[in-house]
């Protein structure tokens, strides 16, 4: 296994346009999870998916961000309408117990 | 107000020396989590703490989780150059949720 996996690593884009990242977890982790990090900050917890089930979205999530797992395998964030505050390391991570494997983040730049 | 307060937020020490950095909360929790990340890379987990107490080592570092499971140490001794780092703490709050501390970002001289 080769980890978790996020797609793409580096995304611009102008303000206002719609962004869509996506993560892999690893094989057979029903639990997967998306963080939100900023220079200087830890990451901030945005939600959380055990197998396709949305369990907990952080109200950090506006209505803008969107986040499925259709097939309790890979999932997508999708952002709208960019904004420059929207600028970040999105990060993916992974887990079938406690321990949580993460990816190495798709950042954001908002121009 | 962060849930949990890690300091210090920035070290810079010459190659050889030892080091502590904390992490504090007024909340208790079943466990906590330290992690150290690298720029450009998502966090990777060094070691889960889950008995009041309880003291782990990895190799030159050494974690400890206070006795009311509020707060916890990581101790590195004789650092070296590839311990540079950010490192986190984390802990979860309700299921599946998690909250990470703002991290100390530890340089190491040669």
């Known amino acids: 296994d080769t980890g978790v996996s996020q797609n793409p690593r580096h995304k611009i884009t102008k303000r206002g346009q719609n962004v869509t990242f996506r993560c892999d977890p690893i094989s057979e982790h029903n639990r997967l999870y998306w963080y939100r990090q900023t220079l200087g900050q830890g990451p901030e917890f945005l939600t959380y998916?055990?197998?396709?089930?949305?369990?907990?979205k952080s109200r950090l999530l506006s209505d803008r961000f969107s986040a499925e797992r259709p097939k309790g395998s890979f999932s997508t964030l999708e952002i709208q309408r960019t904004e420059q505050g929207d600028s970040a390391m999105y990060l993916c991570a992974s887990s079938y117990g406690t321990v949580r494997y993460f990816g190495p983040g798709t950042r954001l730049t908002v121009t | 107000t962060q849930l949990l307060e890690q300091s210090p937020q920035f070290l810079s020490i010459q190659e050889g020396e030892n080091l502590t950095v904390y992490c504090n909360s007024s909340s208790v929790f079943s466990s906590l989590q330290w992690y150290r990340q690298e720029p450009g890379e998502g966090p990777v987990l060094l070691v889960t703490v889950v008995t009041g107490g309880e003291v782990k080592k990895l190799k030159r570092l050494t974690f400890q989780f206070g006795d009311a499971r509020k707060d916890s140490s990581l101790h590195i001794t004789a650092a070296q150059p590839g311990d540079t780092g950010l490192y986190l703490c984390?802990?979860?709050?309700?299921?599946?949720?998690?909250?990470f501390g703002d991290g100390t970002t530890l340089t190491v001289k040669p």
């Open positions: 998916f055990q197998n396709e089930a949305q369990l907990e």
């Open positions: 984390a802990a979860d709050t309700n299921a599946g949720k998690s909250t």
